[in-house]
Each structure stands twice: as structure tokens, then as C-alpha cells.
């Protein structure tokens, strides 16, 4: 079974950055669609972006596009997301998540199989 640990979460001011990473135990990231989702306090976890098997192919929520960036590095067996001019909305505990099945990056938790512990990222002055 593929094990998931995110890391790099941590308290931010409104406006800067944090690089968050997700670390497989399988060693076989390129096999899988990855994703990021997180899950704000009092919400259901929502879809933040995805990387499909080819690294090219990636999708974006509406929320984040322009300020998030996913990526894969197969050598290193690791997926990481680059968090730019952060927001207080953008608090929230962020999940590493990877599927086999299908070829399609999706935006519904539900469809991943494998999922991290997840890591804390607090917007705030």
C-alpha cells in the first residue's frame, strides 16, 4: 500500500509563500494522478490542484489558480505544491492524495485512494 507524509506546513503572513511536499513510500509517484486537497475549519475538504501522469497535464481550483503550483519529481519520489501570495482563506489542513484507477485528474476526494496525514497551513497576521 502507498504511504503518503506531507510536510512543510506552517504559519505564514497574508501575502507570502510555503512549499508543501508529499513524500511516497512506494517510490512509484509517476504511476499515480496525484492531488492536493484541504479541508478549512468547519468545511468539507475541497480539490486545491492535481498532476496527472504525464507532469504537463495539471488542474487547478478557481481559488488558487495563478497562485498555486503542483509538481512531481519522480527521481525523488515526492510531489510538492508551491503556495504564492497566500490568504487567510487559504487556512487549512492540506492532504496529499494519489489514484490508480482512471486517467482523469479529479476534484473529488472520494475517487483517491491513498491519503496522507494531511499538514497545517495558517494564514494569518
Known amino acids: 500500500q502507498e504511504q503518503l507524509v506531507e510536510s512543510g506546513g506552517g504559519l505564514v503572513q497574508p501575502g507570502g509563500s510555503l512549499r508543501l511536499s508529499c513524500a511516497a513510500s512506494?517510490?512509484?509517484?509517476?504511476?499515480?494522478?496525484m492531488g492536493w486537497f484541504r479541508q478549512p475549519p468547519g468545511k468539507e475538504r475541497e480539490f486545491v490542484a492535481g498532476?496527472?501522469?504525464?507532469?504537463?497535464?495539471?488542474r487547478y481550483a478557481e481559488s488558487v489558480k495563478g497562485r498555486f503550483t503542483i509538481s512531481r519529481d519522480n527521481a525523488e519520489n515526492t510531489m510538492c505544491l508551491q503556495m504564492n501570495s497566500l490568504k487567510p482563506e487559504d487556512t487549512a489542513i492540506y492532504y496529499c492524495?494519489?489514484?490508480?484507477?482512471?486517467?482523469?485528474?479529479?476534484?473529488?476526494?472520494?475517487?483517491?485512494?491513498?491519503w496522507g496525514q494531511g499538514t497545517q497551513v495558517t494564514v494569518a497576521s
Open positions: 492524495a494519489a489514484r490508480t484507477l482512471g486517467s482523469l485528474i479529479t476534484t473529488t476526494s472520494s475517487t483517491y485512494e491513498n
Open positions: 512506494g517510490r512509484t509517484v509517476s504511476r499515480y494522478i
Open positions: 498532476i496527472g501522469r504525464i507532469a504537463s497535464v495539471t
